[in-house]
């Protein structure tokens, strides 16, 4: 089975950095079982595969990684794929921002936009999506400002604690996942640049 | 059946980045010690994580915990060549600096300076953040960190060739690479499930 990384990252078989990978055998094992308990589980259970697919869409288009978001979303019904694309264009920024407790840190608060999708793009999302897009829209560009009451709107939408964990591992392992592809790749690129 | 959101009892809330211990208290109902099954061990990999009220809240997805938890063994612990640990300390306590993880940034801070002895730099990345004079090898790696973490990614050939000039070799690099990338990860379960205290 394809190695998710090494694939996206354009690490090839016998290159210079699938050596270097293998000195790191079971990261490299256990990045690619993260990737599998979250996108390909044995039970699903309360977070479908296709809700998987499609908040991973997302993160990645928060991120600008058209490339790992193609590979996410892929298999996704085109409705919904639209529906992530309008969430992506209407939510992207810079990251991270965000507040710290009062105190000292204060000097260092800075500001961006929270988001929730209009109720028109929540209708196509459906609300347990929309809820999940908005949560995940704060874990990747502002989770400084992560409260409890974030979590209350993600159990009112209707998801539960185990839920809430499995949505909250999709967005923090795919920031993982995109930096370790995106530094990666470029290691790679100045090995091949270089006599 | 609507399971609330946990209020922490009242609790000194740390304003400033610290190598003090801290605690951390869950904001959703972590699983009950008695409630876990050898699945559930499994996914903890180190029993004595079961007294974790953290690691008891992730175990409710034990596969992706599992999974977690190896990973992060593996980029920190590996002793075969590479960044020595310190600094892969370094990248960790750098990144959570960045993104704002006290909880984390303390942890990894305190295993900075225990591995690398360099206590008052360490304490000055936590006072002064990733902008801190550190000298020009631990620089190079913060900034390399820190233009990871970034959204969207800032990390080019200029930091990979900076990290060359200060010494590193290919497997050092990746290291930099993973520990950086894996603290995304962490920190971003750390903040937004629960907070920490003094």
Redesign the interface.
């Known amino acids: 089975m394809t190695d998710v990384i090494d694939h996206l990252a354009g690490i090839g078989p016998g290159s210079a950095l699938d050596a270097v990978r293998a000195r790191r055998p079971e990261a490299r094992r256990q990045a690619q079982a993260s990737h599998d308990a979250l996108f390909a589980p044995e039970e699903p259970g309360e977070v479908t595969l296709e809700e998987r697919r499609a908040l991973a869409a997302y993160v990645c288009g928060l991120h600008g990684e058209a490339e790992i978001e193609a590979f996410h979303a892929e298999g996704l019904v085109a409705g919904l794929r639209a529906a992530i694309a309008e969430a992506v264009a209407g939510s992207r920024g810079p990251g991270p921002f965000g507040h710290y407790p009062s105190g000292p840190l204060s000097a260092e608060d800075s500001e961006g936009p929270a988001w929730q999708p209009d109720a028109a793009l929540a209708e196509r999302l459906g609300a347990r999506l929309a809820a999940a897009c908005a949560h995940l829209h704060m874990l990747v560009l502002h989770p400084r400002d992560a409260a409890p009451a974030d979590l209350q709107r993600l159990l009112d939408a209707g998801w539960s604690a185990t839920g809430i964990v499995t949505l909250s591992q999709i967005a923090a392992f795919l920031s993982f996942q995109i930096r370790t592809i995106r530094g990666l790749a470029v290691l790679r690129a100045s090995l091949e640049a270089s006599p | 059946?609507?399971?609330?959101?946990?209020?922490p009892p009242p609790h000194a809330?740390?304003?400033?980045?610290t190598r003090a211990q801290l605690d951390w208290l869950p904001?959703?109902?972590p699983l009950a010690p008695e409630a876990l099954t050898p699945r559930h061990m499994a996914a903890l990999v180190d029993a004595s994580r079961a007294g974790s009220p953290y690691f008891r809240?992730?175990a409710?997805?034990p596969?992706?915990?599992?999974?977690?938890t190896?990973?992060d063994?593996?980029?920190f612990y590996?002793t075969?060549?590479?960044l020595p640990r310190a600094e892969r300390e370094l990248a960790a306590a750098a990144t959570s600096r960045?993104?704002?993880?006290?909880y984390c940034a303390s942890v990894h801070a305190r295993f900075a300076a225990t591995y690398s002895k360099r206590v008052e730099d360490v304490q000055r990345l936590l006072d002064e953040?990733v902008g801190a004079a550190l000298g020009e090898r631990w620089e190079a790696i913060v900034a390399a960190s820190v233009a990871?973490?970034?959204?969207?990614?800032a990390?080019?050939?200029e930091?990979?060739?900076r990290l060359r000039q200060v010494g590193l070799d290919?497997?050092a690099?990746?290291?930099v690479?993973?520990s950086?990338?894996?603290f995304?990860?962490?920190?971003?379960?750390m903040?937004?499930?629960g907070e920490p205290t003094e």
């Open positions: 059946m609507t399971e609330p959101v946990l209020t809330v740390p304003a400033a980045f904001w959703l109902e809240l992730l409710r997805d596969a992706a915990l599992e999974a977690r190896r990973t063994k593996d980029i590996n075969d060549a590479g960045f993104n704002g993880c006290i953040g990871l973490s970034a959204t969207p990614v990390f080019g050939p930091h990979v060739a290919d497997l690099i990746a290291d690479i993973q950086a990338a894996f995304n990860w962490a920190n971003r379960l903040l937004s499930l």
